[in-house]
């Protein structure tokens, strides 16, 4: 369970660093019995852990502007559920 947790926080590091991470081993075997984790730092500037897009198009004709609502428009009609 360590390994895995350690195998996470190098995966993700960017969010990582605002988690602390216990586990609770079993003293009667090797297995671990609790897992908790708990805020390390406030997140102050939660705009530090936002994605990031990178949009890639051979159509020369659009601005970004129009790029980013024809996508948006595209992700919304991908997620209408006609049933």
């Known amino acids: 369970m360590?390994?895995?947790i350690g195998r996470l926080k190098e995966?993700?590091?960017s969010i990582s660093q605002y988690y602390s991470t216990t586990v609770?081993?079993?003293p009667d075997s090797d297995n671990?019995?609790?897992i908790t984790w708990?805020?390390?730092k406030?997140?102050?500037n939660k705009s530090a852990i936002n994605g990031i897009y990178c949009l890639r198009t051979n159509n020369?004709?659009?601005d970004e502007k129009t790029l980013w609502?024809?996508?948006t428009t595209l992700t919304d009609l991908e997620s209408v559920d006609f049933s």
């Open 38 to 40: 708990s805020e390390k």
């Open 24 to 26: 609770t081993k079993d």
């Open 60 to 62: 020369q004709t659009m």
């Open 42 to 44: 406030t997140l102050d």
């Open 11 to 13: 995966k993700y590091p």
């Open 32 to 34: 671990a019995i609790d």
């Open 2 to 4: 360590i390994e895995t």
């Open 69 to 71: 609502k024809t996508y």
